[in-house]
């Protein structure tokens, strides 16, 4: 998507022939602060119901009449429909759009159903559809804003469910955590860290219900396995990062992949 001067905002990647539902979507900035939200001055990309990308758009001019030129004489795009809103409907709408659009409804709704009739995400529907960790502990100190990360340092249990590999699954007590990285202390979510080899006191960590042989654990380190290495072990850590990742009208922060280490 280009602006008036010709100048990129934002893009997407996609293959030959492949067939894709894209919302283009920019946010308007308006002048008074008081009415600006943490989306104001975005333009997102959502690809297929997903929000793939964010971009800052405020200062940027969009032609807001005439022809809309997609592609170009080489680039091979085929258009089955489009619709044009004359404001900026949420990245939610988008996701209704292609729901609503697609032939597999109940199969879209169910994958992407992990709320509960309040409207709050359902920890019991996460684990029967994605890689979940649940941190069961006192997180006072880490979700206040009043304490930095040497003073956040406490203590949790950590349990690891995979619905697509049971091998992957762990519960470990007395598990070290704090925040993790100064530029995220301010973030709505912090950073965090934990370790699977120590605690504040200086227990030893206790897994429960999974025997460390299970997990390929050496010395506390956990061991991910792999199908491409015939479950040989990979990736030995015992420290994780959670990294929180956000998007408001400044920017996107911290975005990326954070590994393990």
Known sequence: MYDNSNSEVIHTNYKSNERLKLAFIINGYPQEAASRTVESGLAYIVNNGI????????GKSFT??????????????????????????????????????????????????????????????????IDTILISGNLSNILSGQSDKDTSTTNVSIERTCPDDATKNFKINNVQIRKHGQSTLNYPITSMKFWLNKSKEGEVPL????????LLLNKNRYVMKSEDDLGKPSIPANKFVLQANYADSSGVHNGGFERLI
Request: a negative charge; hydrophobic letters at 25%.
């Open 207 to 214: 897994y429960e219900s999974t025997q460390q042989s299970d």
């Open 64 to 129: 807001t009449s005439g022809p809309i030129k997609i592609g170009g004489s080489a680039s091979g795009v085929r258009v089955y429909n489009i619709r044009i809103y004359n404001y900026a409907i949420t990245y939610t709408n988008a996701y209704d759009n292609y729901l609503y659009d697609s032939e597999n409804k109940g199969k879209i709704f169910d994958n992407n159903n992990i709320l509960d009739n309040g409207g709050n995400i359902s920890y019991e529907k996460c684990i029967n559809k």
């Open 51 to 58: 929000l793939e990308r964010a971009a800052l758009a405020s």
